[in-house]
């Protein structure tokens, strides 16, 4: 089945303490995505990649790192998470077409990080 | 103008009426766009892509307007089930996608 898998889905934590949140995906895509979800803000963008080793910071970067070794991974890392950070997170991807258009994203089922 | 810009709503809308919305967006040169359905604390799924013809899905209209520069979604014979929040998408100037704010739906029994 064409996935795109984050894990955790759920997560709490400390203010400081480095985390991870992996995003997998099977469908050969070149873009990838992590959004973050607040109320009234909508869904924003952390960092994209449109390929392996390249990667760019979306609308919201502060606080966050990425990295794009392999197509299939984008893991979605906070160094030193604060309390501002607790959100719902969604990692997507996408096949971009010739001309650099996309065909629409699939989205990971979400990640809900509360930091305390 | 905002680069993507939607009518939050909520719409309240009787079961089987047929209900419209609009998103404008600011980038003229925009050619991908896109409706995705959100369901509370789920992840927006991929509703449809809009193409400059128009298409049409079941009971589901979409269009694209380039000289007002706003995109539409058509829901005919609503269904308790259409109860969502609707999203819209469009590449801004740096041909990032943005993702409107969404308009929440709601189909009344």
């Known amino acids: 089945e064409a996935q795109v898998t984050q894990n955790p889905r759920y997560l709490i934590t400390v203010t400081g303490k480095k985390l991870t949140v992996t995003c997998s995906q099977n469908m050969n895509h070149e873009y990838m995505s992590w959004y973050r979800q607040d109320p009234g803000l909508g869904l924003r963008q952390i960092y994209y990649s449109m390929n392996v080793e390249v990667t760019d910071k979306g609308d919201v970067p502060e606080g966050y790192k990425v990295s794009r070794k392999e197509k299939r991974n984008f893991p979605l890392i906070l160094e030193s998470p604060s309390p501002n950070q607790t959100s719902l997170y969604f990692c997507?991807?996408?096949?971009?077409?010739?001309?650099?258009?996309?065909?629409?994203?699939?989205f990971g089922s979400g990640t809900r990080l509360t930091v305390v | 103008r905002k680069e993507v810009e939607q009518d939050p709503g909520p719409f309240n809308v009787p079961e089987g009426a047929t209900v419209a919305f609009n998103c404008t967006y600011s980038n003229s040169a925009s050619q991908s766009f896109f409706w995705y359905r959100q369901d509370c604390r789920k992840e927006p799924k991929l509703l449809m892509s809009?193409?400059?013809s128009g298409n049409e899905d079941g009971r589901f209209t979409a269009q694209l307007n380039r000289a007002s520069q706003y995109i539409s979604l058509l829901i005919r014979d609503s269904k308790l089930s259409d109860s969502a929040t609707y999203l819209c998408v469009a590449p801004n100037r740096d041909d990032k996608i943005i993702f409107g704010k969404g308009t929440r739906l709601h189909i009344l029994p």
């Open positions: 997507a991807s996408s096949f971009i077409g010739t001309g650099g258009f996309s065909y629409g994203y699939t």
């Open positions: 809009v193409y400059s």
